[in-house]
């Protein structure tokens, strides 16, 4: 076959480079973490399922679901990864919506303060233009 000298060069799917090693979960286990499904993220995780999955440890932490977050971290999710469309990470998420019991957790766990997201705000700025004074004084201590 000849190729053609004008033709365009094929398209290549762009993809970030922080999440190229990752695997996506499927929509019924995001929707278990949003919703704070333990059981069916824990039998998903039993089956081979992997808690470091885009995103579910954020959606996990920007829903309050503490059970879930937990699970994840102790199954091995990324604490500090960044990711979904502002690539944020779970104490942002956290700390942006007003979680405390997931704040202090995954503060616990070694969570980074210092990470920006594509917007530049940290958590303790999500936290803080969101009016939630509680996580403000935990990202501060």
């Known amino acids: 076959a000849s190729c053609s000298r004008n033709a365009p060069p094929p398209k290549t799917p762009r993809v970030s480079h922080s999440n ?3 695997s996506v979960a499927p ?3 995001m929707t278990a973490a949003k919703s704070g499904k333990v059981d069916v993220l824990l039998e998903w995780l039993n ?3 992997q808690a470091n999955a885009e995103d579910v440890l ?3 932490a920007g829903h309050g ?3 879930v977050v937990d699970l994840l971290l102790q199954r091995g999710a990324e604490i500090n990864e960044q990711s979904g469309e502002g690539a944020g990470t779970a104490l942002m998420a956290a700390a942006g919506r007003g979680w405390v019991r997931v704040v202090e957790l995954l503060l616990r766990g070694g969570a980074e303060l210092d ?3 594509s917007d530049g705000g940290t958590a303790l700025m999500w936290a803080a233009s969101n009016g939630h004074e509680r996580v403000v004084e935990l990202l501060q201590q």
Request: hydrophobic share 45%; aromatic share 0%; proline share 0%.
């Open 20 to 22: 190229m090693s990752k």
């Open 27 to 29: 929509a019924s286990i």
């Open 47 to 49: 089956s081979g399922g």
């Open 58 to 60: 954020m959606v996990a």
């Open 65 to 67: 679901h503490e059970q």
């Open 115 to 117: 990470l920006r997201a």
